[in-house]
Nanobody
């Protein structure tokens, strides 16, 4: 079955960096549109970044533009989210999302990111 496993979260201080990783299995990773979302308690899940199956034009929520970079390695079935210059407001559970054509959308279990001094 489709599985998405995130890793790389943790506790960092403001201004520091983290790199999140999501490994997919059970589907043709190179054909999936991959996204990162995040969620804080009491709020709706928020779109963060997207990379199409081809690895072409990426999209970001305005609040992370210039600080976060999404990338993918289809040979390793992995999508990455490099997060630089982290701010306390980036604190959230980050979720990997795969959009698989004609099948549907799938989510990972999430990884916690805490940005605090």
């Amino acid at each position: 079955q489709v599985q998405l496993v995130e890793s790389g979260g943790g506790l960092v201080q403001p201004g520091e960096s983290l790199r999140l990783s999501c490994v997919g299995s059970g589907f043709t990773f190179s054909s999936a549109d991959m996204r990162w979302y995040r969620q804080t308690p009491g709020k709706e899940r928020e779109f963060v970044a997207r990379i199409p199956s081809t690895g072409g034009t990426t999209n970001y929520v305005d609040s992370v533009k210039g600080r976060f970079t999404i990338s993918r390695d289809n040979d390793l079935n992995t999508v990455l989210l490099q997060m630089n210059s982290l701010k306390p407001e980036d604190t959230a559970v980050y979720y990997c999302n795969a959009i698989i054509s004609r099948i549907g959308a799938f989510w990972g279990q999430g990884t916690q990111v805490i940005v605090s001094s």
